[in-house]
T-cell receptor
Framework: GAVVSQHPSWVICKSGTSVKIECRSL??????MFWYRQFPKQSLMLMAT?????????EQGVEKDKFLINHASLTLSTLTVTSAHPEDSSFYIC?????????????FGPGTRLTVL | KQEVTQIPAALSVPEGENLVLNCSFT??????LQWFRQDPGKGLTSLLL?????REQTSGRLNASLDKSSGRSTLYIAASQPGDSATYLC?????????????FGEGTQLTVNP
């Protein structure tokens, strides 16, 4: 089946630094990728939809200048958390949309645990 | 705005028991509904996907039903095993395409005791 990877799987950083998370579709091309965040004991909340070659579409309440998304190729999207603060600590999950003959299927990455000290 | 609710929030059962997880959604105009499994600290594994025109899907010991008009879905797990312990998430896809957004419920945390 289709595989989506994320790197790193976990990261600890100091407050004020920036952190980049990579999302790759390993065996298919993905025009569209999604970024979610998940707080403990809560569900996934969509942050933004990333389209290759164009600007990402952010959900209401998500700061585009704080969460920079770049989808420069059909197999890679990156999320950069700029000037991270402790409240940004969360589990970030990406997802890639694989186009099929009859329907599209969304595959999820394993997630990245961000801890901001 | 689509809202997805899952009941119960947590469930603990002895091994071998059959169980039902419930999911409800407020807007019946969905494209499809999907059930996922999430292990602690991990990503999501898709279990079953039901298109809006379908009533149910089955995979092994899992059976998911969909009643779009009433905004409900159930995930039935037969003969539960300790390895089934995980959080189960229900998600509905709104819009008119298979690439439109997913809205997730908050999940049911299942523990199957040996």
């Amino acid at each position: 089946g289709a595989v989506v990877s994320q790197h790193p799987s976990w990261v600890i950083c100091k407050s004020g630094t920036s952190v980049k998370i990579e999302c790759r579709s390993l065996d298919f091309q993905a025009t569209t990728m999604f970024w979610y965040r998940q707080f403990p004991k809560q569900s996934l909340m969509l942050m933004a939809t990333s389209n290759e070659g164009s600007k990402a579409t952010y959900e209401q309440g998500v700061e585009k200048d704080k969460f920079l998304i770049n989808h420069a190729s059909l197999t890679l999207s990156t999320l950069t958390v700029t000037s991270a603060h402790p409240e940004d600590s969360s589990f970030y999950i990406c997802s890639a949309l694989r186009s099929g003959r009859y329907t599209d299927t969304q595959y999820f990455g394993p997630g990245t645990r961000l801890t901001v000290l | 705005k689509q809202e997805v609710t899952q009941i119960p929030a947590a469930l603990s059962v002895p091994e071998g028991e059959n169980l039902v997880l419930n999911c409800s959604f407020t807007d019946s105009a969905i494209y499809n509904l999907q059930w996922f499994r999430q292990d602690p600290g991990k990503g999501l594994t898709s279990l079953l996907l039901i298109q809006s025109s379908q009533r149910e899907q089955t995979s092994g010991r899992l059976n998911a039903s969909l009643d779009k008009s009433s905004g409900r879905s159930t995930l039935y797990i037969a003969a539960s095993q300790p390895g089934d312990s995980a959080t189960y998430l229900c998600a509905v896809r709104v819009g008119q395409t298979s690439g439109s957004r997913l809205t997730f419920g908050e999940g049911t945390q299942l523990t199957v005791n040996p």
